[in-house]
């Protein structure tokens, strides 16, 4: 039951990042892929250029957690004291982690599109 929880919290976090690259479509869409000249890259705030520069993050790190996901499930079958705490951690860093990129990316995508934005930045 131990091995399903590790893979679970591996597929949460696959999914929070699933969720977080596709608050930065219309991002991209809009300032990368297709851009509009009325919208120009200079009056995008701070937290979009870091977004937009950071996106490797998006699939680097479910990348990284599946790695650490399997050198956890064999150092635990190898030592299984503890096992609780452990898996405990594991479920902790995945939320918060997960959490993290997802409010971080969602909120950068978000906000260049926001009425506030939008207004103080003519």
């Not at 679970?8 to 219309?26: D, E, F, H, Y």
């Not at 452990?86 to 990129?101: K, R």
Request: proline share 5%; glycine share 6%; aromatic share 10%.
């Amino acid at each position: 039951m131990w091995r399903v929880t590790i893979i679970l919290n591996t597929a949460i976090l696959g999914i929070m990042s699933l969720g977080a690259s596709a608050s930065q479509k219309r991002l991209r869409n809009n300032y990368l892929h297709y851009p509009d000249d009325s919208r120009p890259m200079d009056l995008l705030p701070q937290i979009s250029h870091l977004a937009l520069k950071g996106y490797w993050l998006i699939y680097t790190l479910p990348l990284v957690w599946i790695i650490v996901s399997v050198l956890l499930i064999s150092a635990l079958k190898r030592n299984p004291e503890k096992r609780g705490d452990w898996i405990q951690l594991h479920t902790s860093a995945t939320l918060f982690i997960g959490a993290g990129i997802l409010l971080f990316f969602v909120t950068a995508g978000m906000l260049p599109f926001t009425s506030a934005h939008l207004y103080l930045s003519k």
